[in-house]
């Protein structure tokens, strides 16, 4: 098990021991919604073990559903410590009909972690319920460590969080109404509206729950301000999503380290997956491609373990939407309904009457903040409309429902600008308003007073600001882009901003270019383009930039557009002290990685020599072990590949420390990335550092992380691992290799391995596994497999399919000494077999082994045993067989001795 999930089932042991009895019941009601959600539904679901009033009842049992048949599906719960046993025979006799109703099927919560229970206990309990008349599937008793397991499960996020108070520090957050924001302007629903029905479901929520129950997965879009963040809020509230998790992320925070925010989702997506988890990705308008590939990584990992993925963001290209990776979107858009629903709330929210509301009056609303009520495409802008009803409440509950585009200016001017009595806040406000029409935060240094700062806005959630970088620079942005516009348009800026934006685009060269890149003229996107190329002709370019993330983006450009030819742009860089610095700091493999990839792609020969002559100081190599230590062993491999210094510093890894680190704190890696990094270290002359990324694997014992893997790579793993001593190595193989096989995933590695991969997979698997740990193997796929390729091989050809077919027979039989061929197949001929031995052994590779050639030998001895007589091949070839395995050394004592067992066959 993982460190994590060890210090997470402690957290669930822990919260169990304190929970009051009716947060029991709560609890179990909330486990069976989940873990059978086609028997137990919250709207059918009858609680009769509380009340309203949170208080425990009499009655039994504590929860039901019924059957067609009149039956019951009973939920229990007992925090009884030491009586566990006597509530359910309690349970058993009610449910025999002569106390209570008849049982459909029984849900059991023994809430005590510490309860002892075994297994013959369980079978024993379960066995006299089944006599009941009731299905096995339909009987659940989870007591002691069977519950907290349960618990331990992704789908159960949701109660761990909300009952047993158990949060994880993700990128994904679990998602509460109310709380989608990292901030709250004055008009976004808040938790109070949630909780009190004041929020309004537009109809695309039906089609959105169809499309995750159709597909797995929903894009929705919508243009600025229709709603979007709220849509998943009431989503993650919605009856037939709430037992199960949401878990909420937003592209925002990938802008400092887009590889870096990368390759934590792609972790959650595996470590958080299960049956009903949905995962939200807001905002990924600002970075399609970026979307574009975790799309891809969520659907060829976590779609498997039944997730699902929301994909939600702004519409900028087209009226019917833009589609991700053939994913036809959902349009989002604000219109009567809507509109009606923002006046109800607000009013609500402030005690006022609601007044009647005509279709025609709505549609007047829409014409006025959207456009033509006609046309299908309108959506209204609802941080605008909600900012205009903020400023009529009194108006509105008197039945004047007149709103104008002024009184949304007039909201806003009222609601935040009037109340800066600074005028240098004031200045900073208008400053990151301008830039946010575009959607780009706003360094700390492009601020017209950075020394003043945002107080009144950042206490009132207009202005979030956070600190990013070594050096945590400050940046800005507002609560919701939105916002940005009708700030300019309260303070008069004729120019919507283009002035400000041109001002902070002169200033900081990563800024100037991606406002250049979502600039809303073509004129303006010219100017700012010229602004970034005089930061780059007078050099200023490099200090403006926050991260090394900064200095790629600006670099390529630079390059790209000829405005500075690469020679240039790498003497600048070499002779900066800031960039070196940059250089010296950087903690991230993900952030060095693109700089290393753009050094090399430009041939910016300096930068190399200064990367090269920083990893001569060994304090600085210290630094980078450390780094690529605490990284997936992949990422790792990747940037000692692509540094120049990848030799030197691979040298300098201490074995220990970094097979310490990545066994036991690395992120997750697949078993397919972790061999990778195997092999690499290998090639390279560092075997010994496999080990860290193999144990990893091995202790985490999670089947997700098998997902494209075959017996190959499991072969690798468990040849590499060496956790502790013999017997500790045993028992995490054991618990590994039983999550393989009841996740299914050993029996698909063997049906679908390539035969050459199997056979050698198979072989490595007997050399270095004991007899009890071979037994974990499925024997019965094992053998079919084997029949299959015997049966299907052309045996009357020297062929390699038959060669291979041969080969698997030899190796499986080390794990299966009784394997037996198909009674039916006819054996190749002794000139054939000859004929197969000859093609092993090629001219350049005479004096070694060839390719399967042991397995090869190892089926021919399994051959002649079912033949009953003597393989006939050349004494020639048998000597050269003989030759070559005495000259090489067997890996371990098990290999020696099917070595020695070989070399008798071939001398008799």
């Not at 957290?11 to 709560?26: F, H, Y």
């Not at 997506?269 to 990584?297: M, R, S, T």
């Not at 698909?748 to 974990?776: F, K, M, P, W």
Request: charged share 20%; aromatic share 6%.
């Amino acid at each position: 098990m993982a460190q994590d999930q060890r210090a997470l089932q402690t957290a669930i042991e822990a919260g169990l021991r304190r929970l009051s009895a009716v947060d029991l019941q709560k609890l179990a009601e909330q486990l069976a919604l989940v873990l059978r959600p086609d028997i137990f539904n919250a709207s059918t679901l009858v609680v009769r073990g509380r009340n309203i009033e949170d208080q425990t009842t009499k009655g039994w049992p504590d929860a039901y559903a019924e059957a067609p048949n009149g039956r019951i599906y009973a939920i229990e719960a007992t925090r009884q410590k030491s009586s566990w046993a006597s509530h359910i025979a309690e349970d058993y006799e009610k449910g025999c009909g002569a106390v209570g109703r008849k049982l459909a099927g029984y849900f059991f919560v023994g809430g005590y972690p510490d309860h002892s229970v075994t297994d013959e206990e369980l079978s024993s309990w379960k066995t006299k319920f089944q006599a009941l008349g009731i299905e096995a599937r339909d009987i659940a008793i989870l007591v002691g460590i069977h519950l907290v397991t349960a618990l331990l499960r992704a789908e159960c996020a949701r109660i761990r969080e909300t009952i047993l108070h158990i949060s994880a520090p993700t990128r994904f957050r679990l998602l509460r109404p109310g709380a989608a924001q990292l901030a709250h302007n004055a008009w976004q629903p808040t938790l109070e509206d949630f909780e009190n029905n004041r929020v309004f479901a537009p109809a695309i929520m039906l089609d959105m729950i169809r499309a995750l129950e159709l597909d797995g997965v929903a894009l929705v879009r919508g243009h600025g301000a229709a709603g979007k963040t709220t849509l998943i809020e009431l989503l993650a509230i919605h009856p037939q999503i709430v037992p199960f998790p949401l878990f909420y992320a937003d592209i925002i925070a990938a802008e400092e380290n887009s590889d870096l925010f990368r390759s934590d989702v792609i972790n959650e997506f595996a470590a958080l997956a299960g049956p009903g988890v949905i995962f939200a990705l807001d905002n990924i308008h600002l970075a399609e491609g970026l979307v574009e590939e975790l799309f891809i990584e969520w659907r060829a990992t976590s779609r498997s373990m039944s997730s699902r993925l929301v994909l939600l963001g702004r519409e900028r290209r087209s009226n019917i939407g833009t589609s991700v990776s053939g994913i036809l979107p959902l349009m989002l858009r604000a219109r009567g309904p809507e509109l009606r629903g923002v006046v109800r709330r607000l009013l609500e929210r402030a005690g006022r009457a609601v007044p009647p509301i005509s279709e025609s009056q709505a549609d007047e609303w829409l014409a006025t903040f959207g456009g033509p009520p006609d046309e299908p495409y309108t959506s209204a802008d609802l941080i605008a409309f909600s900012a205009a009803v903020a400023n009529r409440l009194t108006p509105l509950a008197a039945g004047d429902l007149t709103l104008r585009e002024t009184d949304a200016v007039e909201g806003v001017r009222a609601r935040y600008l009037n109340v800066l009595a600074d005028h240098c806040e004031r200045a900073n406000l208008l400053r990151i308003a301008a830039t946010e029409i575009v959607e780009v935060p706003c360094p700390d240094a492009c601020l017209p007073h950075p020394e003043k700062g945002f107080p009144v806005c950042n206490l009132e959630g207009l202005v979030l600001s956070d600190w990013i970088g070594m050096e945590r620079r400050k940046q800005h942005r507002l609560a919701h882009p939105a916002l940005g516009a009708l700030l300019t348009t309260a303070a008069g800026m004729r120019d919507r901003g283009e002035g400000e934006r041109l001002t902070a685009g002169s200033q900081s060269a990563a800024l100037g270019l991606r406002l250049a890149s979502q600039a809303p003229t073509k004129s303006e996107r010219t100017k700012l383009e010229r602004l970034v190329a005089e930061l780059g002709i007078d050099g200023s370019w490099i200090v403006s930039c926050y991260s090394l993330q900064d200095i790629v983006t600006v670099a390529r450009w630079l390059v790209a557009t000829r405005t500075l030819p690469s020679q240039q742009v790498d003497d600048a860089l070499a002779e900066s002290p800031y960039f070196e610095q940059l250089l010296t700091d950087a903690r991230s493999a993900d952030s060095w990685l693109p700089l290393l990839n753009t050094v090399h792609n430009r041939g910016l020969t300096r930068v190399t020599a200064q990367t090269v002559r920083l990893a001569e100081a060994p304090k600085h190599v210290r630094m980078l072990v450390s780094m690529i230590g605490a990284t997936r062993c992949h990422t790792a491999t990747s940037f000692l590949k692509a540094h120049p210094a990848g030799s030197a510093i691979l040298a300098a890894i201490d074995a220990d420390a970094w097979n310490t680190t990545q066994s036991r704190f690395a992120p997750i890696a697949w078993a397919t990335q972790t061999v990778g990094a195997i092999r690499y270290f290998e090639r390279h002359g560092r075997p010994e550092l496999a080990r860290g990324p193999a144990d990893a694997i091995v202790l985490r014992a999670d089947a997700r992380q098998w997902i494209h893997a075959d017996m190959a790579h499991l072969s690798h793993i468990l040849r590499t691992c060496g956790i502790g001593a013999e017997e500790e190595r045993a028992v995490a193989i054991r618990l590994m290799m039983q999550q393989l096989s009841l996740s299914s995933w050993l029996a698909r590695a063997i049906a679908e391995t390539h035969v050459g991969d199997l056979s050698g997979a198979l072989l490595s698997l007997s050399n270095h596994l004991t007899d009890e740990l071979l037994q974990l193997l499925p024997s019965l796929d094992i053998a079919s497999r084997v029949q299959r390729q015997l049966l299907s091989a052309p045996m009357d050809e020297a062929s390699e399919p038959t060669v291979r077919a041969i080969a698997l027979f030899g190796s499986a039989a080390e794990i299966l000494p009784s394997l037996d061929a198909p009674t039916n197949l006819r054996w190749p001929t002794s000139e054939t077999l000859e004929r197969l031995v000859a093609s092993r052994v090629r001219k350049d590779m005479a004096g070694q082994l060839g390719t399967h050639e042991i397995q090869l030998w190892l089926g021919l001895m399994r051959v002649a045993l079912h033949r009953g007589d003597s393989v006939q091949v050349s004494a020639d070839q048998r000597a050269r067989v003989k030759r070559l395995l005495r000259g090489t050394s067997a890996p371990t004592a098990r290999a020696a001795s099917t070595r020695e067992r070989l070399l008798r066959w071939l001398d008799a």
